[in-house]
């Protein structure tokens, strides 16, 4: 047991001394995970707590411009700012943060459109032998154009687009709806038909497995990932030791003197595994105490699976300090015990 806790000693000072080492295992974790939580929360505020700004330029000779725009405004999901910016302004105003997405409907929408519903009407009616087709291909509906901030994840991005491709869909079939009962001497929609056509989709009917669906914020989404990933940081000082007692010949004394070698590598596991305990109650700490102070949401932590937790965060320090000492071991020098 003297022999074990000298050898603790010892990986203690080594790694006291290292200052670079230490640094990087306690201090750039903190700033990477200071860093990316700022900006991810800014996001996530913009898109949990207030409306999706959308900057909109209709530039749209018909009327199913201007309807899209009141459907993406009606739906209580989007704050519209009009202008009549071109697509290289309207970037260039989704770029420098004036808004979160921005949306070009060009001059051509509803000409397009209304040519598409015509031409998938003609087919309709046809193959059902109340026409006759063109033998002309669908030209297709037309498109809009829409930018998005890099800020926003791709879930977000996608959520949007669903939304305005829903839109979208009903406009169409509105419009594909009107031609053919315009085509069958019929001058408009009966109302019953069009809300039975607009609102007749299958429900989906929601059931959670939990009272509550917890939605993890900024602090949880990047503290316990950049806390693994520092880690892993370890190998910059244990793998140098390593490769300094080598390199040294220290390592070779070590294996001379009355004792076994395992002592020596069981030491700097413990030594290590105790070193990514701390990193865990640092960072953590940190989140819990001083991100509210500035702004950020307050780490929580489940208090009903702490045993869970503790084991994870031993198995990760382990698993860390397997690695570095693997490089360590494999590694002739500094460089390659670095990279």
């Known amino acids: 047991m003297y022999k074990f806790w000298e050898s603790i000693k010892k990986e203690y000072y080594l790694l006291v001394n290292d200052k670079t080492g230490l640094t990087l295992m306690f201090i750039m974790p903190l700033l990477l995970v200071l860093i990316v939580t700022v900006i991810q929360d800014s996001a996530f505020r913009m898109v949990n707590d207030n409306m999706i700004s959308m900057l909109v330029a209709n530039h749209d000779k018909g009327d199913k411009g201007e ?25 260039e105003l989704v770029r420098n943060g004036e808004a979160l997405t921005g949306l070009y409907i060009p001059e051509s929408f509803s000409d397009e459109l209304s040519t598409n519903t015509e031409q998938l009407s003609n087919l309709i009616l046809a193959n059902m032998g109340l026409g006759e087709s063109d033998g002309n291909s669908l030209s297709g509906p037309g498109s809009v154009i829409f ?11 996608l959520s949007i687009t669903n939304v305005i ?11 594909m709806l009107g031609t053919m009962y315009n085509q069958l001497g ?47 940081f370890m190998v910059i000082s244990l793998g140098t030791n390593l490769v300094l007692e080598k390199a040294g010949g220290s390592f070779l004394r070590l294996k001379a003197m009355p004792s076994s070698i395992a002592i020596v590598m069981l ?16 960072i953590f700490g940190i989140a819990w105490l001083v991100f509210p102070w500035l ?10 699976n702490v045993t869970g937790l503790l084991l994870v965060v031993l198995m990760s320090s382990f698993s860390a300090v397997s690695y570095s000492l693997m490089l360590g071991a494999i590694a002739r020098t500094q460089e390659q015990s670095n990279g």
């Open 186 to 232: 019929v001058e408009e929609i009966p109302e019953e038909v069009e809300t039975a056509m607009l609102s007749g989709g299958i429900q989906i009917q929601r059931y959670s497995s939990a009272e509550t669906l917890p939605t993890p914020n900024s602090t949880q989404h990047n503290v316990p990932a950049w806390t693994v990933f520092a880690m892993f």
């Open 147 to 157: 930018f998005n901030d890099a800020a926003l994840q791709e879930n977000y991005v």
């Open 67 to 91: 309807e899209l725009e009141k459907m993406l405004g009606s739906s209580g999901m989007f704050g519209i700012t009009n202008g009549t910016w071109a697509p290289e302004e309207l970037n």
């Open 295 to 304: 702004g950020l949401p307050r780490l929580t932590l489940a208090e009903s």
């Open 267 to 282: 030491s700097k596991q413990v030594v290590y595994v105790l070193v990514g305990v701390l990193q865990v109650s640092f």
């Open 165 to 175: 491709r829903t839109h979208l869909s009903v406009i169409e079939v509105r419009q």
